[in-house]
C-alpha cells in the first residue's frame, strides 16, 4: 500500500472547521495558536465562530484552510502516521502551501504569513468585477483550451484548474468567461456555470501578485521536504528549495495540473490517497482521475482515528 496525502484548496472552507480537532488534540490547537500569532490577529475565532461571508474572503480562506489541514496533519502524528508514512504530499493551489508545511518544508508560521499575502496580493491584482471564472463540466482539457481561445477575443481567457477528466475551471476577464460559458454550452458542456469567486486565479492576469509573491518567497527559508512534493505546475515530484520556491510563484498565474498530479502519482505506484483538511472535493476528482485507487477523509477527530488504526 503506498499513500499520498493530499491538501484541498479554495471552496472548502466552513466556518467550524477544526474546532473538534483543536478540542481533541492539543498539537491541532497549537497550530491554530501558531496561527493566530504569525498573523497578529484571532484568526481561529473567526473560523469557529465568525462570519461565512468574512471566511470565504480570499486574505483568511487562505491561511485559514492551511491552519485546519495542519492540524489534521498534527493530530495524525499524535496517533502515530508521520508524514514521512506517505510517499508524496500535493495540494490543489493554496494547498501546496499547506502540503510543503505537512512535509516540514515551510514553518506554520511563514505559510500563514505568505498565504496571507497570496490572499491579498491576489485580490489586488484585478478589481472587483474585472474578472471571473467558471466551471466547465463534462469537456476535458483539450476542448475547454479551445473554447477559451474561441472567446477571448483579445482578452484573457484561459484554463486554470484542470480538476480530472470532465472538469475544467477557466479564468480571466469577466465578459470572456461570460462568452466561454455559453459557447461551452453550444458545444455540449453537461453545465457550466460561474463561479463566486473574488478575483480570477490562475491566469495571466494575476501577473501583479506573481510578482509580489516573488518578492515574498524571497525572505523565506524553505527546506528540502521530508516526503516529495508533486507541484501543481509540474504535475511530478520536486524536492529542490529553490525549484520549489520558483514553482510557488509561476503557480500564481499558472494552470493547477490536478490531473495530471494524481494520474502521475498513481503511476507512481500511490494506491491510496487521504485528504487532510477541510471537505472531501479532492476525493471525488481523485475517483475520476485514478478509479482504482482508494480515499479517505482526515478532518474530524473520528477520521483520524479511524485512520490511524488500519
Same mark, same amino acid.
Given at each position: 500500500?503506498?499513500?499520498?496525502?493530499?491538501?484541498?484548496?479554495?471552496?472548502?472552507?466552513?466556518?467550524?472547521?477544526?474546532?473538534?480537532?483543536?478540542?481533541?488534540?492539543?498539537? %491541532?490547537?497549537?497550530? !491554530?495558536?501558531?496561527?493566530?500569532?504569525?498573523? @497578529?490577529?484571532?484568526?481561529?475565532?473567526?473560523?469557529?465562530?465568525?462570519?461565512?461571508?468574512?471566511? &470565504?474572503? =480570499?486574505?483568511?480562506?487562505?491561511?485559514?484552510?492551511?491552519? =485546519?489541514?495542519? #492540524?489534521?496533519?498534527?493530530?495524525?502524528?499524535?496517533?502515530?502516521?508521520?508524514? =514521512?508514512?506517505?510517499?508524496?504530499?500535493?495540494?490543489?493551489?493554496?494547498?501546496?502551501?499547506?502540503?510543503?508545511?505537512?512535509?516540514?518544508?515551510?514553518?506554520?508560521?511563514?505559510?500563514?504569513?505568505?498565504?496571507?499575502?497570496?490572499?491579498?496580493?491576489?485580490?489586488?491584482?484585478?478589481?472587483? @468585477?474585472?474578472? %471571473?471564472?467558471?466551471?466547465?463540466?463534462?469537456?476535458?482539457?483539450?476542448?475547454?483550451?479551445?473554447?477559451?481561445?474561441?472567446?477571448?477575443?483579445?482578452?484573457?481567457?484561459? %484554463?486554470?484548474?484542470?480538476?480530472?477528466? #470532465?472538469?475544467?475551471?477557466?479564468?480571466?476577464?469577466?465578459?470572456?468567461?461570460?462568452?466561454?460559458?455559453? $459557447?461551452?454550452?453550444?458545444?455540449?458542456?453537461?453545465?457550466?456555470?460561474?463561479?463566486?469567486?473574488?478575483?480570477? !486565479?490562475?491566469?495571466?492576469?494575476?501577473?501583479?501578485?506573481?510578482?509580489?509573491?516573488?518578492?515574498?518567497?524571497?525572505?523565506?527559508? $524553505?527546506?528540502?521536504?521530508?516526503?516529495?512534493?508533486?507541484?501543481?505546475?509540474?504535475?511530478?515530484?520536486? &524536492?529542490?528549495?529553490?525549484?520549489?520556491?520558483?514553482?510557488?510563484?509561476?503557480?500564481? &498565474?499558472?494552470?493547477?495540473?490536478?490531473?495530471?498530479?494524481? #494520474?502521475?502519482?498513481?503511476?507512481?505506484?500511490?494506491?491510496? !490517497?487521504?485528504? $487532510?483538511?477541510?471537505?472531501?472535493?479532492?476525493?471525488?476528482?481523485?475517483?475520476?482521475?485514478?478509479?482504482? #485507487?482508494? =480515499?479517505?477523509?482526515?478532518? &474530524?477527530?473520528?477520521?483520524?482515528?479511524?485512520?490511524?488504526?488500519?
Amino acid at each position: 500500500m503506498s499513500r499520498a496525502f493530499v491538501f484541498p484548496g479554495q471552496g472548502a472552507q466552513t466556518i467550524g472547521m477544526g474546532r473538534a480537532l483543536a478540542e481533541a488534540y492539543p498539537a %491541532a490547537q497549537a497550530v !491554530f495558536d501558531e496561527v493566530d500569532e504569525a498573523l @497578529g490577529e484571532r484568526l481561529s475565532h473567526l473560523v469557529w465562530e465568525g462570519d461565512a461571508g468574512e471566511l &470565504t474572503l =480570499t486574505r483568511n480562506a487562505q491561511p485559514a484552510l492551511m491552519a =485546519t489541514s495542519l #492540524a489534521a496533519m498534527r493530530a495524525l502524528e499524535a496517533e502515530g502516521v508521520a508524514v =514521512t508514512s506517505a510517499a508524496y504530499v500535493a495540494g490543489h493551489s493554496l494547498g501546496e502551501y499547506s502540503a510543503m508545511a505537512a512535509a516540514r518544508a515551510l514553518s506554520v508560521a511563514d505559510a500563514a504569513r505568505l498565504l496571507r499575502r497570496r490572499g491579498e496580493a491576489m485580490q489586488r491584482a484585478v478589481p472587483v @468585477g474585472e474578472g %471571473a471564472m467558471a466551471a466547465l463540466l463534462g469537456l476535458d482539457l483539450d476542448a475547454a483550451r479551445a473554447v477559451a481561445a474561441e472567446a477571448a477575443r483579445g482578452e484573457v481567457c484561459e %484554463a486554470a484548474n484542470d480538476n480530472d477528466p #470532465a472538469q475544467v475551471v477557466i479564468s480571466g476577464h469577466k465578459a470572456a468567461v461570460e462568452r466561454a460559458v455559453e $459557447i461551452a454550452k453550444a458545444r455540449g458542456a453537461k453545465r457550466a456555470v460561474l463561479l463566486p469567486v473574488s478575483a480570477p !486565479f490562475h491566469c495571466a492576469l494575476m501577473a501583479p501578485a506573481a510578482e509580489e509573491m516573488a518578492e515574498a518567497l524571497a525572505g523565506v527559508e $524553505i527546506a528540502p521536504p521530508a516526503v516529495p512534493l508533486v507541484a501543481n505546475v509540474r504535475a511530478e515530484a520536486v &524536492t529542490d528549495p529553490d525549484e520549489i520556491r520558483r514553482l510557488l510563484v509561476e503557480q500564481v &498565474t499558472g494552470a493547477v495540473r490536478w490531473r495530471e498530479s494524481v #494520474a502521475w502519482m498513481a503511476g507512481a505506484g500511490v494506491d491510496e !490517497f487521504w485528504e $487532510i483538511g477541510a471537505g472531501k472535493a479532492l476525493s471525488g476528482m481523485i475517483r475520476r482521475i485514478a478509479r482504482e #485507487a482508494g =480515499t479517505k477523509q482526515v478532518g &474530524t477527530p473520528e477520521e483520524v482515528q479511524a485512520v490511524s488504526q488500519n
